[in-house]
């Protein structure tokens, strides 16, 4: 039995391409959309998929209510989604977020509700396979390395900053250790905002450029070598939709937050071991 999805952010730039994935899949249906600029249109039409036949919702409550379904998935705003996602909980959904912006406090909001209705909900700043790779050789690199910083790059209309990769990236790396900083912030000379904002003892520098789709680098540095990792996205939406499609078949296992495509991919040290 296909497992019934409801999509919020259905004819944005991320949504359009899962939808159309979701329809093709063998193993969901989408049974609604959210949108408020294209409510009560079709989303069929919008995309050009004539067998499918849904009138797009105002908003989670109308979806849920109209067309109710088991997964909530969430490609909408920061200044929307942890409402979006708390209602979805609290219709007793389980929710899947690709958008980012959310703060820690947001996700132990989330995690608090998903546990109380006993729903599982998975998360991530980048569903790309290479971004999750990135992260974990991240953590790994951590262990040795005692110093780092983050670069993250995006287009000039990206609201949000950090970008939701490089703040789950500060995240993960801050798990490991806190990097050493040889010069305090504070003793810095100058404009100390130069110096980037922090997470976790990580210090980002957001970029924010025409030209940029989704850039983000991590800097190790040793005396006299440094090891860079990087992850450069293009412009299709493309290399998110299997990170996406797998979390929506696993979410349902899952109680409270799990963040991270990584999470799902079961990364460990003994896949490299001879």
Same mark, same amino acid.
Do not use: C
């Given at each position: 039995?296909?497992?019934?999805?409801?999509?919020?952010?259905?004819?944005?730039?991320?949504?359009?391409?899962?939808?159309? =994935? $979701?329809?093709? @899949? /063998?193993?969901?249906?989408? +049974?609604?959309?959210?949108? !408020?600029?294209?409510?009560?249109? &079709?989303?069929?039409?919008?995309?050009?998929?004539?067998?499918?036949?849904?009138?797009?919702?105002?908003?989670?409550?109308? =979806? $849920?209510?109209? @067309? /109710?379904?088991?997964?909530? +998935?969430?490609?909408?705003? !920061?200044?929307?989604?942890?409402? &979006?996602?708390?209602?979805?909980?609290?219709?007793?959904?389980?929710?899947?977020?690709?958008?980012?912006?959310?703060?820690?406090?947001?996700?132990?909001?989330?995690?608090?509700?998903?546990?109380?209705?006993?729903?599982?909900?998975?998360?991530?700043? &980048?569903?790309?396979?290479?971004?999750?790779?990135?992260?974990?050789?991240?953590?790994?690199?951590?262990?040795?390395?005692?110093?780092?910083?983050?670069?993250?790059?995006?287009?000039?209309?990206?609201?949000?900053?950090?970008?939701?990769?490089?703040?789950?990236?500060?995240?993960?790396?801050?798990?490991?250790?806190?990097?050493?900083?040889?010069?305090?912030?504070?003793?810095?000379?100058?404009?100390?905002?130069?110096?980037?904002?922090?997470?976790?003892?990580?210090?980002?520098?957001?970029?924010?450029?025409?030209?940029?789709?989704?850039?983000?680098?991590?800097?190790?540095?040793?005396?006299?070598?440094?090891?860079?990792?990087?992850?450069?996205?293009?412009?299709?939406?493309?290399?998110?939709?299997?990170?996406?499609?797998?979390?929506?078949?696993?979410?349902?296992?899952?109680?409270?937050?799990?963040?991270?495509?990584?999470?799902?991919?079961?990364?460990?040290?003994?896949?490299?071991?001879?």
């Amino acid at each position: 039995m296909k497992l019934k999805i409801t999509l919020a952010g259905a004819t944005g730039w991320m949504g359009k391409a899962l939808a159309a =994935a $979701i329809h093709a @899949s /063998p193993h969901l249906q989408l +049974v609604s959309a959210i949108d !408020p600029l294209h409510a009560q249109e &079709n989303l069929g039409h919008i995309l050009n998929i004539p067998d499918l036949d849904i009138i797009i919702a105002h908003d989670v409550d109308q =979806a $849920i209510t109209q @067309s /109710p379904s088991q997964i909530f +998935v969430d490609f909408t705003t !920061p200044n929307s989604v942890k409402k &979006n996602v708390l209602t979805a909980i609290a219709h007793g959904l389980h929710v899947v977020i690709g958008t980012s912006g959310l703060t820690e406090q947001d996700y132990t909001d989330i995690d608090e509700a998903a546990k109380h209705h006993n729903v599982g909900v998975i998360a991530a700043g &980048n569903f790309s396979l290479t971004a999750a790779l990135m992260k974990h050789f991240a953590t790994i690199a951590a262990r040795f390395i005692p110093e780092w910083e983050i670069i993250d790059y995006a287009s000039a209309q990206k609201p949000d900053a950090p970008s939701g990769t490089a703040r789950e990236l500060a995240e993960a790396v801050s798990r490991v250790r806190e990097p050493i900083i040889q010069i305090p912030i504070e003793q810095t000379f100058g404009v100390k905002e130069t110096r980037g904002g922090e997470i976790n003892g990580t210090r980002i520098h957001s970029v924010r450029l025409p030209g940029y789709t989704l850039s983000t680098q991590i800097i190790f540095g040793m005396l006299d070598e440094k090891l860079l990792l990087s992850h450069d996205a293009g412009n299709s939406p493309v290399p998110y939709i299997h990170g996406v499609l797998l979390a929506l078949r696993k979410v349902s296992s899952t109680v409270g937050v799990t963040r991270g495509l990584d999470a799902l991919l079961e990364l460990t040290d003994r896949h490299y071991r001879n």
